[in-house]
Nanobody
Framework: QVQLVESGGGLVQAGGSLRLSCAAS????????MGWFRQAPGKEREFVSAIRWAGDLTYYGDSVKGRFTISRDNAKNTVALQMNSLKPEDTAVYYC?????????????????WGQGTQVTVSS
């Protein structure tokens, strides 16, 4: 079955960096766009970043643009999110998700498989 497993979350001080990884299995990874979303306690799920199937087109949420970088390795069936200059407001559970097609989308409704999430906590 389709499975997504996120890793790399943890506790970091403001200004620090973390690298999240999402390992995918059970489907033809190279054919689908992938996305990262996050959800903080009491807040709605927020778009973070997305990448097209070929890795040649990426999108970022306004709050992370210039600090986060998404990438994918279609040979290893993984998608990564490099997070630099972290801020306390980046604290959330981060989820990776599979798009319904090869495109990259900002809207969560275009994603139909989600991982279990990994906690990122940024202390001030």
């Amino acid at each position: 079955q389709v499975q997504l497993v996120e890793s790399g979350g943890g506790l970091v001080q403001a200004g620090g960096s973390l690298r999240l990884s999402c390992a995918a299995s059970g489907f033809t990874f190279r054919s689908y766009g992938m996305g990262w979303f996050r959800q903080a306690p009491g807040k709605e799920r927020e778009f973070v970043s997305a990448i097209r199937w070929a890795g040649d087109l990426t999108y970022y949420g306004d709050s992370v643009k210039g600090r986060f970088t998404i990438s994918r390795d279609n040979a290893k069936n993984t998608v990564a999110l490099q997070m630099n200059s972290l801020k306390p407001e980046d604290t959330a559970v981060y989820y990776c998700a599979v798009s319904k097609n090869g495109a990259a989308w900002r809207e969560a409704s275009w994603y139909n498989v989600w991982g279990q999430g990994t906690q990122v906590t940024v202390s001030s």
